[in-house]
Nanobody, 129 residues
Framework: QVQLVESGGGLVQAGGSLRLSCAAS????????MGWFRQAPGKERELVAA????????YYASSVKGRFTISRDNAKNTVYLQMNSLKPEDTAVYYC??????????????????????WGQGTQVTVSS
């Protein structure tokens, strides 16, 4: 069983920055692909960024590319999402998700949430204009 706990959300003005963290329990973090999703009221859940198990491969949604950076520290069992130049449309609940993978050079993300095995409880990000 893996538990994921997000932190770092809050209220920020447009143009500001936040760094989200997702701490994972267990010994298998280094073999898990990780993703950050978000869901705004009335909208579908969206994959924002993903990173493979060794941190080499990353994916970004076009809406955040160049503004958000995903990273991980396998020694700390933590994945991060650095969010810069925030916009009001970034307002959402942000969730981290994990899936165990057997080969870091293979598929390491999916825009479909069902691909992931574990989810955190979410952290609210609100960007004011």
């Amino acid at each position: 069983q893996v538990q994921l706990v997000e932190s770092g959300g809050g209220l920020v003005q447009a143009g500001g920055s936040l760094r989200l963290s997702c701490a994972a329990s267990g010994r298998t973090f280094s073999s898990r692909a990780m993703g950050w999703f978000r869901q705004a009221p009335g909208k579908e859940r969206e994959l924002v960024a993903a990173i493979n198990s060794d941190g080499v491969g990353t994916y970004y949604a076009s809406s955040v590319k160049g503004r958000f950076t995903i990273s991980r520290d396998n020694a700390k069992n933590t994945v991060y999402l650095q969010m810069n130049s925030l916009k009001p449309e970034d307002t959402a609940v942000y969730y981290c998700a994990a899936r165990r993978i057997t080969f870091s050079g293979g598929i390491y993300y999916s825009t479909g949430g069902n691909w992931y095995d574990y989810w955190g409880q979410g952290t609210q990000v609100t960007v004011s204009s």
